[in-house]
């Protein structure tokens, strides 16, 4: 019988990211060094190795996964789909022992009964992984090996998922409030933003905290996934060196004796006990503060700072009477802060108009499906001098 094979040195890496966000995701990808072809719907794609796999991994802010592109051919019927997915030499990346899970999603194709394509799929799979390792019975007792497909357009992707579960699940929060935002979002506004280490920050509408403990993670350079596990780390064919590795270097970069000053303010007592509990699940809860404050009470003794934040929409637990009085509030708060850049994600049309301002951009977002606009508001420029 044959043994298991070591993982290819040379590897295709496709990273997805929301829709509206590809361009955050491709200069994190950058200064990771690895230079990116252009993003295609929400993935990006680029030659990489080992390493880059546990380096994208835990330091990627705001990528939703990380997958090893194995295979793209077009597929229109369930016997072409079979071939195609058979002649793919599978010995390479998935031992004998593999967990096999296929999963995924077909658009504009003639292959859409996903349940089918899924049973088709790991049948092949498993059919040349048995003929590759001369046994009859493949036993799926080791570790999982996530099969991701794509088809669209008749053209089929196979991937296979690195990652594990979403890399918006960072590992600090594990309680939810009321309508959090995704980890990988909160940090794809930060970066959209001017926000910077030594500029107060405030959310004041923070919820469980997500925006400021993103915020502080990246402001102390905290690799956004240092506290989580990963599908690759399991895999017995890929050397565990490479995370290690990463999460040394990772580990090595962190600024943590930068002073900061990050605030979260609510309405909600209960929302400020669950941003305290994440920031210490975190590590952060020396770093960044969070205190019951309405937004009426908005105020900062620092003449500049940064506001990201991600206030109702009045869809949900508070109604668009409420959403539209916090944006009013906001907005006269905002007055007396005329050197504080305000940055906002809603779906609520009426923002700008009850803030009382138009933004000086905006751009179109999505907030777990739904459709929102970014609104940007520049404060008044911080000149050498004006340093506290
Ligand atoms: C969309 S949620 C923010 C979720 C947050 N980004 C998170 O990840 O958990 C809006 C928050 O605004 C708070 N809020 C509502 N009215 C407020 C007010 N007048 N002043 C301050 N906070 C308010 C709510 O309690 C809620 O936590």
Redesign the pocket.
């Known amino acids: 019988m044959k043994s298991n094979l070591p993982f290819p040195e040379k590897l295709d890496i496709t990273v997805t990211c929301a829709s509206g966000v590809e361009k955050v995701t491709k200069t994190e990808l950058e200064r990771l060094g690895y230079p990116s072809a252009p993003a295609v719907n929400g993935s990006i794609t680029f030659s990489g190795d080992k390493s880059a796999v546990a380096r994208c991994n835990i330091n990627l802010r705001t990528a939703d996964r990380v997958y090893i592109k194995i295979a793209q051919f077009p597929a229109q019927t369930f016997d072409e789909l079979y071939d195609g997915v058979y002649q793919i030499p599978w010995q390479n990346y998935l031992p004998k022992d593999a967990k096999i899970l296929v999963n995924g999603k077909s658009v504009k194709s003639k292959l859409f009964a996903l349940s089918a394509c899924q049973s088709i799929i790991k049948k092949a799979i498993i059919k040349g992984l048995s003929r590759y390792y001369g046994i009859s019975l493949f036993p799926e007792t080791g570790s999982l090996y996530q099969v991701e497909f794509w088809v669209f357009k008749d053209e089929v992707t196979l991937l296979l998922n690195t990652s594990g579960t979403g890399l918006h699940k960072r590992g600090y929060r594990d309680l939810v409030?009321?309508?959090?935002?995704k980890e990988t979002l909160?940090s794809a506004l930060l970066l959209m933003s001017d926000f910077y280490y030594n500029r107060p920050f405030i959310?004041?509408?923070?919820?469980?905290?997500?925006?400021v403990i993103e915020g502080a993670k990246i402001a102390l350079n905290i690799a956004p996934n240092i506290l989580r596990d990963f599908d690759f780390r399991h895999w017995t064919n890929f050397d565990k060196k490479y995370y290690t590795q990463a999460y040394e270097q990772a580990k090595d970069n962190e600024k943590l004796d930068r002073q900061i000053d990050f605030s979260g303010?609510?309405?909600?007592q209960k929302?400020i006990k669950?941003?305290r509990h994440h920031a210490v699940l975190a590590g952060l809860d020396k770093k960044v503060r969070f205190e019951r404050?309405?937004?009426?009470d908005l105020t900062s003794e620092s003449a500049f700072g940064t506001i990201v934040?991600?206030?109702?929409?009045g869809e949900r637990?508070?109604d668009i009477k409420?959403?539209k009085?916090?944006y009013k509030?906001l907005g006269e708060a905002l007055k007396k802060m005329q050197g504080w850049s305000l940055f906002a994600i809603t779906s609520a049309k009426s923002f700008e108009r009850y803030l009382g301002k138009r933004a000086d951009r905006e751009r179109k977002l999505y907030n777990s499906n739904k459709e929102c606009r970014y609104y940007y508001y520049y404060g008044q420029k911080e000149k050498p001098n004006d340093r506290r």
């Open positions: 409030g009321i309508a959090p935002i909160a959310d004041p509408f923070c919820g469980s905290g997500t925006i303010y609510d309405i909600d929302a669950l941003a404050r309405e937004v009426k934040t991600n206030p109702p929409y637990v508070y409420q959403a009085q916090c509030e």
